[in-house]
């Protein structure tokens, strides 16, 4: 142990540089600072400090040209001159470590929970590239979550990469805490990303709470941070991930949200030079999206997965807006949470007729996937007829599917509610029983008369 953290301290003071490149300031413009005596020096990505006094700001190099570098920064510009001094820096090293479980970390592997912490001793590309994809396994096996929904009819597999998309204030946060607790994994990773400062200390403590933290990893980059920290939360998250993986054990990696790391991604690349012309984002977009997703999933070799949850914020429930349309191309798998179904009451408000998982059908048995059928079709039927239903315009005993679906409702309706520990198997078997239930309840209403819905 004592020498571990030897070799930590000793990587970290190595890391040390005594000699720094220094330019001047030439000009100051819509957020940007144009520095002189750089350009040779300086490498996209690079950080600089502009240096007022005692006091400094932190840039980074997102543009470079005959002029000299540019650097976008990170707070405000007030007391920046012409003539300032701009010593250059290069990337600080990300190490990811063991000893991260249990702590709150900045996109650059600094402690943000008032504790120190070291850095581990190999350092990590925030943007390495994924795999080779003729090497990966194939998706594993399903992993417990602790909610019906998603342990029968909607299941999530050892590196599968899905997609939750929805509004606000229809139960994503309250969804992402409950798969971070009841999900099967070694390690949970979880970026934060552009996320408000109360939330993130609430997310922490009140939502994982301790029993969480002992298996948790929290990358945080707030809403006040520069767009250039808040793209990295995701990167610096996905690497943290990749740490884990290569040592063998199971991650399940939890981005929320994607949308805020695309509109990071946005302030960048625009203050880069490049023309956000695809439906309001810059055409690297796609790349960014992709470049992220792809890293995650199978491992190869001897290891291990990692099962990604990316969260997408869609305005009005728009399926369709740029973010969410690219992200489903390279997913495994979307859950769409609805508005209305969390108005009435429901939660997960997941809505199973938008959602899929592409695990499936090979995540089940034959039994379990005819349930699984059994049940969106009984859904799918009472949708398309909801509303004669609710108005009083149809008749019990008119069409026999609609009839089963009528009766079957209420009891899919109560099972898709349920969060408990007793695993896939159990849920099945209440799924059945609630199948089941259906057809005991149209008997009833033949006998008795129609129940009112």
């Known amino acids: 142990m004592t020498q571990n953290v030897f070799d930590k301290m000793t990587a970290a003071v190595q890391d040390l540089r005594l000699i720094h490149k220094v330019g001047r300031v030439l000009g100051v413009s819509a957020g940007m600072v144009q520095v002189g005596g750089l350009a040779e020096a300086a ?7 502009i240096c007022i006094g005692a006091h400094q700001i932190e840039g980074e190099v997102v543009k470079l040209d005959v002029a000299g570098a540019h650097l976008l920064v990170d707070g405000t510009l007030d007391g920046v001159s012409i003539g300032d001094r701009v010593r250059l820096d290069p990337p600080p090293k990300f190490a990811p470590d063991n000893g991260w479980i249990g702590r709150v970390i900045d996109p650059d592997g600094r402690p943000i929970d008032g504790r120190p912490l070291l850095p581990g001793t190999v350092a990590r590309h925030l943007r390495a590239a994924p795999p080779p994809p003729h090497e990966r396994r194939a998706m594993g096996a399903r992993l417990e979550t602790g909610l019906a929904v998603f342990n029968t009819l909607l299941p999530i597999v050892q590196g599968q990469r899905i997609g939750l998309f929805a509004g606000s204030g229809v139960g994503k946060s309250t969804l992402l805490a409950d798969l971070a607790r009841g999900m099967t994994a070694d390690v949970i990773v979880i970026a934060l990303v552009g996320e408000r400062g109360r939330e993130v200390r609430h997310f922490v403590q009140e939502i994982l709470g301790v029993k969480g933290m002992q298996r948790s990893v929290v990358v945080a980059a707030t809403s006040d941070r520069a767009p250039q920290v808040r793209r990295r939360c995701a990167w610096a998250a996905m690497a943290v991930a990749e740490h884990f993986r290569d040592a063998g054990q199971q991650v399940l990696l939890i981005v929320d949200s ?5 509109e990071a991604h946005r302030e960048v690349a625009v203050a880069g030079g490049e023309s956000a012309n695809l439906r309001g984002y810059p055409a690297s977009t796609g790349p960014a999206i992709a470049g992220l997703c792809e890293r995650a999933g199978p491992g190869v070799g001897h290891m291990g997965d990692i099962t990604a949850v990316f969260s997408v914020l869609v305005a009005g429930s728009d399926m369709d807006e740029p973010v969410a349309d690219m992200l489903r ?13 969390a108005e009435r009451g429901r939660f997960p408000a997941v809505d199973l007729l938008r959602s899929v998982s592409r695990s499936l059908p090979d995540a089940a048995s034959n039994q379990e996937n005819k349930m699984i059928a059994q049940a969106r079709a009984h859904m799918g039927t009472y949708d398309r007829a909801a509303l004669m239903i609710q108005s009083g315009l149809y008749t019990s005993g008119s069409d026999r599917n609609i009839d089963s679906a009528v009766a079957c409702q209420p009891l899919l309706e109560e099972f898709l509610t349920i969060k408990d520990s007793r695993g896939h198997l159990a849920h099945f078997a209440k799924l059945r029983q609630t199948l089941a239930g259906s057809g005991s309840r149209m008997k009833t209403e033949s006998r008795a008369g129609p129940i009112a819905i």
């Open 258 to 262: 994607v949308t805020r790391f695309c």
């Open 43 to 49: 490498r996209v990505g690079d950080r600089a400090q």
């Open 329 to 341: 191309g390279v997913l495994d798998g979307h859950v769409v949470l609805d508005r209305d179904i």
